[in-house]
T-cell receptor
Framework: GAVVSQHPSWVICKSGTSVKIECRSLDFQATTMFWYRQFPKQSLMLMATSNEGSKATYEQGVEKDKFLINHASLTLSTLTVTSAHPEDSSFYIC??????????????FGPGTRLTVT | GQNIDQPTEMTATEGAIVQINCTYQTSGFNGLFWYQQHAGEAPTFLSYNVLDGLEEKGRFSSFLSRSKGYSYLLLKELQMKDSASYLCASTDSNYQLIWGAGTKLIIKP
């Protein structure tokens, strides 16, 4: 149980375009979802935390108008990278936690989305 | 403040035992996680400790001392597939994860 999926697994886009990444909890209700970014050989960097039905809380230094997060249901959150630039190229990972899981405060990770902006 | 320290890289031999240490300073500490991350993949859950002591799960064990702000992950009978980064993460009073930079473990034959 506790499976999180992400789509797409990889995407290449042109500079200036927008990209949407979906994160779904498949067998549990995710009350909270997290979006991370990871550059090569670096640790995970939390970008934002979102609770279902409310606005996301962004970490310091993360532009909320550039990285739009929507958590409209208990099983789906989306991250939209608007007007992407090459420096936005990274590995984006979502995680989710929710009720009904054995480890209630454990975060379950999606497989990640590798974004390359050309 | 919030701080997590773990070694950047460790090397061990196939079949041996390795211990990866993690020290933390976390306000409102609510437990410590260990995750494994292979290159190019998302982290996968290994263990969660909230009480002092050792938790054993097959070849992997995790230890916690709350008074010392210290944890370790012990890997026995190392296999080549154990080559990965091991991430230590503490949780604060809001159960938010505070991540260490990860320890890259290299297994040699």
């Amino acid at each position: 149980g506790a499976v999180v999926s992400q789509h797409p697994s990889w995407v290449i886009c042109k500079s200036g375009t927008s990209v949407k990444i979906e994160c779904r909890s498949l067998d549990f209700q995710a009350t909270t979802m997290f979006w991370y970014r990871q550059f090569p050989k670096q640790s995970l960097m939390l970008m934002a935390t979102s609770n279902e039905g409310s606005k996301a809380t962004y970490e310091q230094g993360v532009e909320k108008d550039k990285f739009l997060i929507n958590h409209a249901s208990l099983t789906l959150s989306t991250l939209t990278v608007t007007s992407a630039h090459p420096e936005d190229s990274s590995f984006y990972i979502c995680s989710a936690r929710g009720e009904g899981l054995a480890g209630i405060y454990e975060q379950y990770f999606g497989p990640g989305t590798r974004l390359t902006v050309t | 403040g919030q701080n997590i320290d773990q070694p950047t890289e460790m090397t061990a031999t196939e079949g041996a035992i390795v211990q990866i240490n993690c020290t933390y300073q976390t306000s409102g500490f609510n437990g410590l996680f260990w995750y494994q991350q292979h290159a190019g993949e998302a982290p996968t859950f290994l263990s969660y400790n909230v009480l002092d002591g050792l938790e054993e799960k097959g070849r992997f064990s995790s230890f916690l001392s709350r008074s010392k702000g210290y944890s370790y992950l012990l890997l026995k009978e190392l296999q080549m597939k154990d080559s990965a980064s091991y991430l230590c993460a503490s949780t604060d009073s809001n159960y938010q994860l505070i991540w260490g930079a990860g320890t890259k473990l290299i297994i040699k034959p």
